[in-house]
Nanobody, 121 residues
Framework: QVQLVESGGGLVQAGGSLRLSCAASRSIFSISINNMGWYRQAPGKQRELVADITSGASTNYADSVKGRFTISRDNAKNTVYLQMNSLNPEDTAVYYC?????????????WGQGTQVTVSS
């Protein structure tokens, strides 16, 4: 099993910055953590990919956040970060951490509890 703990959400004014963190802990040592990413869901909208990062540190971003958000990871700490700059009200959503794992060739996805990000005008 893998447990994810998110932190860093909050209220910020437009143009401000926030950094989200997601720490993964494993109860089974044979589990390997592979891709890690961030999704978000705004009221009345479907959950969408914001950014993800592979074990080799390749990154992918939604068009709406390119140039403003940066995803990174610390493999020693099993933690993924999302640095969010130049925030605007359209970024307001619940942000969820996602982690893909592998154990004996089988892949499993785990989700964080979600953290609220609110950007005021």
């Amino acid at each position: 099993q893998v447990q994810l703990v998110e932190s860093g959400g909050g209220l910020v004014q437009a143009g401000g910055s926030l950094r989200l963190s997601c720490a993964a802990s494993r109860s089974i040592f044979s589990i390997s953590i592979n891709n890690m990413g961030w999704y978000r869901q705004a009221p009345g909208k479907q959950r969408e990919l914001v950014a993800d990062i592979t074990s080799g540190a390749s990154t992918n971003y939604a068009d709406s956040v390119k140039g403003r958000f940066t995803i990174s990871r610390d493999n020693a700490k099993n933690t993924v970060y999302l640095q969010m700059n130049s925030l605007n009200p359209e970024d307001t959503a619940v942000y969820y951490c996602n982690v893909r794992t592998t154990r004996w060739g089988d892949k499993f996805d785990y989700w964080g509890q979600g953290t609220q990000v609110t950007v005021s005008s």
